[in-house]
């Protein structure tokens, strides 16, 4: 086992110069990768995560850890927490919160020790099971690939082998190592299946687990293939404009299998209510649909995805030198100079306003219908609006536009369009900058 261990690390291009932190939890997968690490003297540290969620059991673990380390003269890392009130406060399950933990705390490891990767014990029983979840669950192809042996800075050295072939190792090795009493509990769904499904599946096929195991490598095979394609289709459907991804409905409709493809696209960015929003394209513009960091509308042509964008409104002092929402906007104040004059013509990005005509404090904020202001170099009032349809202004361009004011005037779009009342004269003597 320990032949077939180090071929796999140099099949990965893992050198005994590079420093492992390996994530231990006692039991028998992670402390005999801890022998097969020690034994091949790779240059690793240890990291434990005491979850907190089992009582005396859990600071039993964390024990027998630090009395291993300690015997084998390793460099250990400990981090406890309370996993159920993170959870609670997260709105997240049990499972979850304990995965953002450990893997948010490894990374910062990674960081803090100068280290290249991270070792977990998974076992090819692990993607089994995993693959099994998520066949029940409901999932596209890149959830029936298993567990992947090597993930950027995650290294899972024992995907080649067998939970049985870990046990045998233990005992002929005379490694000691701790049971985790909720791997028993058929309360979690992962158990559910280890207990109950695999079992019942090895009673009509006593290999179930190796046939898995190789529709999941021809899975991984199709996959790269699926990828290339959907790769060269994202080519022709979506263009990228400033902070924004188009999807052009004419060219995705045109497609074979755009369901599939749309889904391919927009998943990537949390939306996963397919239906909805392919039934949308069919509809009127400005239908909206919200992820947790994204926002997508149904424009003329164009489906357009952009970050959430923040609706509130914001105050400016005289004092104030930049806000962060719903994008970073700096204020400045400075003397009117030759220098200042002459970067007006260039100078794209900025807003350059007589400051005399200011009335402090002033108000960043969304337009709203009725808005109305004299665009720089006009003589009338125009609608923010029209002034937006003139200019082509996308569903999210308009919901990204902002606005100075001052004393319930319009300032400026900021970014696009100063007013003609606050644009600087002869006269000026100070001038405010507004910029991205």
Not at 8 to 34: E, P, R, T, W, Y
Request: charged residues 25%.
């Amino acid at each position: 086992m320990k032949t077939k261990f180090i071929k796999q690390l140099n099949s990965f291009k893992i050198k005994s110069s590079h420093k492992i932190i390996l994530a231990l939890s006692g039991g028998v997968d992670s402390m005999v990768l801890l022998d097969l690490l020690y034994k091949s003297k790779l240059n690793f540290v240890v990291a434990h995560c005491n979850f907190s969620l089992r009582g005396q059991e859990s600071e039993t673990d964390q024990l027998f850890i630090e009395k291993i380390c300690q015997k084998m003269k390793l460099k250990l890392f400990v981090k406890k927490i309370n996993t159920q009130q993170y959870a609670t406060q997260n709105k997240i399950s049990i499972q979850m919160a304990a995965r953002e933990i450990r893997y948010d705390w490894f990374r910062e490891l990674l960081k803090e020790h100068e280290c290249k990767y991270i070792f977990t014990a998974h076992h090819s029983d692990d993607s089994v099971e995993t693959f099994l979840i998520n066949l029940i669950r409901g999932t596209g192809i890149k959830g029936l690939q298993g567990i992947k042996f090597f993930n950027n800075d995650i290294v899972r050295p024992l995907m080649g082998f067998s939970k049985s072939d870990l046990i045998k190792y233990a005992k002929e090795h005379n490694i000691d190592y701790k049971e985790d009493g909720s791997n028993s509990d058929d309360y979690y769904v992962r158990n559910k299946i280890r207990h109950k499904i695999i079992p019942l599946m090895e009673s009509i096929n006593p290999s179930v687990k190796e046939s898995i195991l190789m529709t999941i490598k021809n899975l991984n095979n199709v996959e790269k293939i699926y990828t290339e394609f959907i790769k060269e289709q994202k080519k022709l459907i979506c263009t990228k404009y400033k902070n924004e991804i188009q999807i052009n409905i004419s060219s995705l409709l045109n497609q074979l299998y755009p369901r599939q493809i749309l889904h391919e696209i927009i998943s990537d960015y949390g939306f996963n209510d397919i239906d909805a929003v392919f039934n949308s394209l069919s509809s009127h513009s400005g239908k909206e649909f919200f992820s947790s960091n994204f926002y997508m509308v149904k424009d003329r042509k164009n489906l357009v995805i952009a970050k959430n964008i923040c609706q509130n409104s914001h105050y400016v002092s005289k004092d104030t030198h930049a806000i962060s929402e719903p994008f970073k906007i700096y204020f400045k104040l400075s003397k009117k100079s030759n220098a200042i004059m002459s970067k007006l013509k260039d100078d794209t990005m900025s807003m350059y306003l007589d400051y005399s005509k200011l009335t402090f404090p002033l108000l960043v904020r969304p337009w709203i219908e009725g808005d109305r202001f004299i665009p720089f170099g006009m003589k009338s009032f125009k609608k923010v609006s029209d002034y937006f349809i003139d200019n082509k202004f996308s569903l999210i361009q308009k919901k990204r536009a902002r606005l100075l004011i001052s004393s319930g005037d319009i300032v400026c779009i900021i970014n696009e369009r100063i007013d003609e009342r606050y644009k600087l004269v002869e006269n000026s003597k100070k001038v405010y900058i507004v910029s991205t």
